[in-house]
């Protein structure tokens, strides 16, 4: 019985000491620092042909889930599934690749230190999650003008950050779908250069929330359909998406939604966008519902032949618009409207521009609780406003300056036409170089203007009509070519009136007060 014991008791420390030896030469797990296992010290070949996943299992293993598995330049082929747990990295030397065999997957877990270059390769599966930040390069993105779409989908599948280099070239991207918060950025000194792959309808669609594209660049295909940025709410309700520092040309679409989708879209960031020479509209929003921002915007379709709107936002509220410039064609069959705005409330919209547009440079539609600043309108052909149902709104600092005398229109409007509005007030509106009426107000009431200044307009200045009343303007320098002023409602009023060049009527009918 004792020599039993003693026989068991030295069996048992040859068993410990194993365990406490590395069997790759590294560190012990029990040592302070990580343990650090390089992956030929456990048999592996790294040629591409003999099967290293044993190896790896045993560096793997040997890590103990807080270690790194170094890979040395070589060719390491797995031919069977392999796991890398959560608290292990692996670190790529230079020319060190994985190659999952058919059939065979990598589940990733943990973290991966390499340079831009591709170290996933084979015919067989990744998955899991990667921890950190890494490159679509990683899955064999070249950046050579070629399509790299399987790459970059592999990243944003796998990864929490995507870097998109162009240290080589373009990336041609297309059908890219996003379904876990990611983000995809560009770096470098200069903006990832993306090309639209030619039969793709959208570049990039999103349907998660916890997105970010980043510091991005793309040519669009042509087609006249595509949209970059396509946010798609089908499944679920998306919210915290941000688009930022985003450069496009020849875009057909830039920013769109699923509009007949059955959930909304929250909390959208639009920030610091350029897209020129674009054939479609810039963004178009139907299911944002709130905590929309669009921030410093710059749209040009001069010169192009477009009749797309640049803007088109519905259903929304709390939106915040700053600085933003956008242009249309001004050509014949160029142009279209400039920002339309259907149901939407609570928006405040500060210094923008819209110019060179066919039609209005703005359209609000059934809005409310509008609040916009610095706004100017120039070089539009129908009209600068068109507000139809808009009520408790304010509206400082306007101008609309049109192109009268400049060329000729096919149908002309006045410069600012409001609809069925109640509850408005401007404050500095001025209306100019319309080629007719300056401002006409249809079935308004309670609208309030002060320091208004028509000038040189190709019709009567001011005019009322339907059941418009109770209109109030203060402080006004008009200049028409027909009547100055049109008023009907009989508790509407002008006061300060300076009149110059014009024939004048008090009004057409009613008791309006001047």
């Keep these: 019985m004792k020599k039993f014991y003693k026989h068991t008791a030295w069996l048992m420390a040859v068993l410990l000491t194993a365990a406490l030896i590395p069997a790759c030469g590294g560190p012990s797990g029990g040592a302070k620092t990580p343990v650090e296992i390089r992956l030929t010290a456990c048999g592996a070949k790294g040629d591409g042909v003999t099967d290293d996943r044993p190896a790896l299992e045993q560096a793997l293993q040997q890590a103990n889930g807080k270690g790194v598995v170094l890979l040395p330049q070589g060719r390491y082929l797995l031919a069977g599934d392999v796991t890398v747990p959560a608290g292990v990295t692996l670190r790529f030397e230079a020319q060190a690749v994985l190659v999952v065999a058919a059939g065979a997957t990598l589940t990733l877990q943990g973290k991966i230190e390499a340079a831009a270059a591709r170290i996933f390769d084979g015919e067989g599966a990744l998955a ?13 993105a070249a950046g050579h003008n070629e399509d790299d779409s399987a790459a970059v989908q592999q990243a944003v599948d796998l990864l929490d950050t995507v870097y998109l280099t162009s240290f080589a070239g373009a990336h041609t991207l297309g059908g890219i779908r996003i379904t876990r918060p990611v983000t995809v950025e560009g770096i470098g000194d200069l903006q990832a250069k993306l090309y639209m792959e030619a039969r793709s309808e959208q570049m990039f669609t999103i349907a998660s929330g916890g997105v970010t594209l980043r510091n991005l660049s793309v040519v669009g295909n042509g087609r006249p359909k595509g949209v970059v940025f396509y946010l798609d709410s089908a499944e679920r309700d998306l919210s915290g998406i941000r688009l930022e520092n985003l450069y496009g040309f020849q875009i057909a679409n830039w920013i769109g939604d699923n509009a007949e989708a059955a959930h909304v879209i929250t ?32 749209i040009n379709n001069v010169g192009v032949n477009t009749n797309q709107p640049l803007l088109i936002i519905e259903n929304a509220e709390k939106v915040r618009m700053r600085n933003m410039d956008t242009a249309g064609g001004l050509g014949t069959g160029s142009g279209g409207h400039g920002f339309i705005m259907r149901n939407c409330r609570d928006v405040l919209a500060e210094r923008c521009m819209v110019d060179h547009v066919n039609g209005y440079s703005m359209i609000l539609q059934d809005c409310s609780n509008f609040r916009i600043i610095n706004w100017i309108s120039s070089l539009y052909e129908t009209g600068a406003f068109l507000f139809e149902n808009v009520t408790d709104s304010t509206f400082e600092n306007i101008k609309a300056n049109g192109i009268y005398g400049a060329t000729t229109v096919r149908d002309p409007g006045p410069g600012m036409h409001l609809k069925g509005c109640s509850n408005l007030t401007f404050s500095s509106l001025m209306v100019e170089f319309n080629f007719v009426e300056g401002l006409m107000l249809e079935d308004c009431n309670n609208v309030q203007i002060s320091n208004l200044v028509i000038d040189r307009n190709g019709g009567d200045g001011y005019v009322e009509t339907g059941r418009s009343d109770g209109n109030v303007i203060t402080g006004a320098t008009i200049t028409a070519s027909g009547t100055c002023v049109r008023q009907i409602g009989a508790h509407s009023a002008i006061r300060a009136l300076v009149a110059r060049d014009v024939g004048f009527r008090e009004s057409v009918e009613g008791k309006a007060t001047l």
């Design 128 to 140: 899991g999650h990667i921890e950190g930040a890494g490159y679509a390069e990683w899955f064999g």
């Design 267 to 298: 909390d959208l960031v639009i920030d610091t966008v350029r897209s020129d020479y674009n054939t479609g509209v810039g963004i178009r929003l139907n299911r944002c519902t709130s905590g929309l921002v669009i921030e410093d915007i710059l």
